[in-house]
Every structure is written in C-alpha cells, then in structure tokens.
C-alpha cells in the first residue's frame, strides 16, 4: 500500500467514525458515541502510519489469521443472536405478549440476513480464491 493511499484510507475512516459519533449524540445514544470514540482511537493508534509502510509474510499471515478468528467468532455469534431473536416470547413473558418489544424480531430478521450475507460473502470469496491460487482443479 502507498503512503498516499493509506492516508487517504485513513481520512475517510476518521471521517464516517466522526459521522457516526455526530449522529449518535444527535439522537442522545451516549454509548453508541463512547464506542465510536473508543473504536475511533484504537484504529488511529493501532494503524498509525510509520516512514514507510512494508507488507511483509508476518503481516500477511498476521491478516489472515485476524480474519479468520473474527469470521469464526462474529458469524456464529450474530446466528445465535438472531436465533434467540426469533423464538416467539409471547408465552413466554407477558411483556412481550403486550407488543412492548416489537422490534426485536425485526432485530432477529436483520442479523439473520446479515449472518446469510456474511456467510455468503466467505464462500464466495473462499471459492474465487481457491481458483486463483490453484486449489480449485480435481486432479489426482
């Protein structure tokens, strides 16, 4: 990656991250605003550009195994949550026989799709991969 292109990475996080942070004090949602503070400065902290920006093998297996642990975390843990979001709780609890909380199967459906859209994303991109780097013949 070219320092001007990280640069330019960089501003346009720091920009939706203060978007976000804006909107949500806004609309009074205090810990939306703490969490994007606080992603906020991990980001700028952890990416903090150096003299020159090297992309080593290290770094690269270092990516990788990030990705596959916060794939193997956030999918299973996003179902679970839609699953639980689903379940009918009318008998469960009158509260919610009452229509107070409404929107959590609509909250349920939401992490269902994106559960749907995020493993989608990894098949195919698994598939297209594994074509470009050789593992996609059936030869024996």
Known sequence: MKIQTYKWFRVI???????????????NSYVLAAAGIF????????????ARIRVDEREKIIREKAAQTTYAIFAPTI??????????????????AKGEFVYLESLGMIFAYLTLFLIAIYAISYHFLNRKFGGGSNEE
């Open 79 to 96: 179902g679970i949550g839609a699953f639980l979001l689903l379940i009918p709780y009318r008998d469960v609890s009158p509260v919610f």
């Open 39 to 50: 992603v906020g400065m991990v980001f700028l902290i952890l990416v903090r550009s150096k």
């Open 13 to 27: 996080v720091s920009i939706f991250i203060s978007i976000t942070i804006s909107l949500a004090l806004i609309q």
